[in-house]
């Protein structure tokens, strides 16, 4: 829902700077605009109705004496029962909006109205008494929250790319991010591609005033693994919860419909929300579509699919504008394919439910699986297994059997494990790619997150790194612009605050029994869909990269950015050139030596390069001749 802007701080001619900031984001909220400004500060808003169609509803909302003022992107989904006590405590509603409980909640409780908040959200409210500005982002960043603190002035946006429009914003390229963006496939801190912009992390809020900005973190997940309940009965919470997270998450005056892949979490959500309307795509080379299986599900249940095969052409033809959407570059191939299943489903609804967060909650990822496996190799002291890592990194050739299994377990799984995205670059590969070498490093990114989870189980601190980084910077980026992009919201059942007040007390033996994982989830799923579905392996988006790499047309679109200038400012492209056409020959093709993902990840962050600072300002892709 919606999408807002703003600045507080000087300018000339406030309201026009405003409108343009607003206009970047129009696709967020294409059905009304609102805007409030004064001496201080301008406040923008571009709204997509979905509770409350009415104009009433519209943004900023006012307090009783209008002296607060909000604009907030999301959805509250406890909502009703906030009204209800404001109502009682004496508040006056003017709308049905959930947006209007923030203002009214902001009155009451102040900055721990976001202790109470159950649902997706990033908003801020300007105390005009005060000269004071609040902001909030959600408990897993579902929803986007920039800022930026320049030349005398606070920046605030949904999208980046609004701040291009202001007068006080210097567009400089942080060259710092390109090393860890290479190993984690996105820039997986605070900071952006954008010097001087930064994400607002989840569970944060801040308060500006006086020109001083003060970050608070509210909320940090506590994985305490404490439940001892038999698993029937876990299975049993398991099932309820989901049920009610479900029924909160389709609270909508608009039609809500699903997204549908093949496996277990879209198509539980699917049946527990009994929607009209499932959306799927797919390609045509066999094991990189699920369109067969995703109809043959939705058939099985009674309920609609509709289906789109995406073209090589249309794939790679839109990369541009969907970099345009993205802000920053996110080398994650199925981020793309959202675009097109977005777009798909955008021309029939408004709301879709959507998959993301299981794996993190419940213990879904494959990987999650290794760190109890090989049990009795990893008794092996551990200066001997670095050795035996060592000689294997070095002296073993590429793809030779058990090469990888040994450079893995010659480490601690501090230092081997930073995020879910496989085959991507080291860090000592992409200290060797990249001109001015690799900087900050993995570690630097990671060390703070296993220092907060010392004492729990392997599994338990993969999930806490992936929550903190593949989920926020990966997952929900790509899953909230790609849908924003086309004026749809995305709903996530699984990321509910009570989902994982639940799933946080689960042990370990109910989320993975290698090689199985998700237990107690797919337990629940397996009640009410079929086993075929609810014991499916996770298998992720699958997207034919590797193969049309290997296509003339493809390869020489690639290598024609690989010698471009911009490549050679950041890249060794000779390096470049040759894991290309190694790829294109294929030498280096097989599961453990194949480097299409290194090669898109390149190709993906000079798109977006070329896109945002090669050929000046980033046009709307409707307005744009490119």
């Known amino acids: 829902m919606c999408g807002f802007a703003g600045y507080v701080g000087e300018t000339e001619d406030r309201e026009q700077v405003l409108v343009n900031m607003m206009n970047t984001i129009i696709h967020r909220g294409p059905d009304s605009e609102g805007k409030y400004i004064d001496e201080d500060a301008a406040l923008g808003f571009r709204r997509l109705s979905i509770i409350d169609l009415s104009a009433v509803g519209d943004q900023p909302l006012y307090n009783e004496d209008r002296s607060m003022v909000l604009v907030f992107n999301g959805e509250i989904y406890n909502y009703q029962e906030l009204r209800e006590e404001l109502v009682k405590a004496g508040h006056t509603f003017v709308s049905n909006t959930d947006s209007e409980t923030l203002i009214h909640g902001f009155e009451q409780w102040g900055e721990s109205l976001v202790d109470r908040l159950r649902g997706m959200y990033a908003f801020v409210i300007w105390d005009t008494k005060k000269k004071r500005l609040f902001g909030a982002r959600d408990i897993f960043g579902i929803k986007p929250f920039y800022y930026a603190h320049m030349n005398g002035t606070l920046m605030f946006a949904s999208e980046i790319k609004a701040f291009m429009e202001h007068p006080k914003f210097d567009k400089i390229f942080n060259e710092d991010a390109l090393g860890n963006y290479l190993s984690f496939q996105f820039v997986p801190t605070n900071e952006t591609f954008f010097k001087g912009v930064f994400c607002l992390q989840p569970g944060h809020y801040f308060v500006y005033e006086n020109g001083e900005m003060k970050i608070t973190r509210y909320f940090e997940p506590d994985f305490t693994g404490d439940c001892t309940k038999p698993f029937e009965e876990v299975v049993d919470d398991v099932e309820a919860v989901m049920k009610e997270s479900v029924e909160k998450h389709k609270i909508s005056d608009v039609e809500v419909a699903s997204y549908l892949s093949s496996g277990v979490d879209s198509s539980y959500l699917t049946y527990l929300g009994q929607v009209d309307r499932t959306f799927t795509v797919g390609f045509d080379e066999g094991k990189y579509s699920e369109i067969r299986d995703a109809k043959e599900f939705a058939a099985s249940i009674n309920m609609k699919n509709d289906a789109k095969v995406i073209t090589p052409d249309e794939y790679w033809d839109r990369l541009s504008d969907i970099q345009y959407y993205m802000d920053e570059p996110v080398a994650d191939p199925a981020a793309i394919a959202l675009y097109f299943l977005s777009e798909e489903a955008a021309k029939k609804v408004k709301v879709v439910l959507s998959g993301e967060g299981s794996d993190e909650l419940f213990g879904g990822y494959n990987i999650y699986c290794e760190p109890l496996e090989h049990t009795s190799f990893n008794r092996i002291p551990l200066g001997i297994r670095r050795l035996l890592g060592k000689f294997a990194e070095y002296c073993l050739p590429r793809g030779m059997k058990g090469r990888g299994?040994?450079?893995?377990?010659?480490?601690?799984?501090?230092?081997?494990?930073?995020?879910?995205?496989?085959?991507?670059?080291?860090?000592?590969?992409?200290?060797?790619?990249?001109?001015?070498?690799?900087?900050?490093?993995?570690?630097?990114?990671?060390?703070?997150?296993?220092?907060?989870?010392?004492?729990?189980?392997?599994?338990?601190?993969?999930?806490?790194?992936?929550?903190?980084?593949?989920?926020?910077?990966?997952?929900?980026m790509k899953g909230d612009k790609m849908g924003m992009a086309n004026s749809l919201e995305v709903r996530v059942p699984f990321l509910d605050k009570k989902v994982l007040e639940l799933a946080q007390t689960l042990p370990l033996d109910y989320k993975v029994r290698a090689p199985k994982t998700k237990v107690a989830l797919r337990a629940a799923a397996e009640r009410c869909i079929r086993s075929k579905?609810?014991?499916?392996?996770?298998?992720?988006?699958?997207?034919?990269?590797?193969?049309?790499?290997?296509?003339?047309?493809?390869?020489?679109?690639?290598?024609?950015?690989?010698?471009?200038?911009?490549?050679?400012?950041?890249?060794?492209?000779?390096?470049?050139?040759?894991?290309?056409?190694?790829?294109?020959?294929?030498?280096?093709?097989?599961?453990?030596?194949?480097?299409?993902?290194?090669?898109?990840?390149?190709?993906?962050?000079?798109?977006?390069?070329?896109r945002f600072f090669e050929h000046g300002k980033p046009m709307h892709p409707s307005m744009s001749a490119r």
């Open 405 to 476: 299994f040994l450079m893995r377990h010659g480490k601690t799984l501090e230092e081997r494990y930073f995020a879910n995205a496989t085959n991507i670059f080291t860090e000592r590969e992409a200290n060797k790619i990249l001109k001015n070498g690799c900087r900050p490093g993995i570690q630097k990114v990671t060390r703070p997150l296993y220092d907060r989870v010392k004492g729990k189980d392997p599994v338990t601190k993969m999930q806490y790194v992936d929550l903190h980084l593949w989920l926020v910077h990966d997952i929900l």
């Open 533 to 610: 579905t609810a014991e499916k392996k996770k298998l992720g988006f699958p997207i034919p990269i590797r193969v049309w790499l290997k296509e003339e047309k493809y390869y020489n679109r690639v290598k024609a950015m690989f010698l471009s200038p911009a490549a050679k400012k950041f890249f060794n492209t000779d390096m470049l050139i040759r894991m290309l056409d190694d790829h294109k020959a294929g030498k280096n093709t097989n599961e453990k030596t194949d480097d299409s993902r290194k090669i898109w990840t390149v190709y993906i962050f000079l798109v977006w390069y070329d």
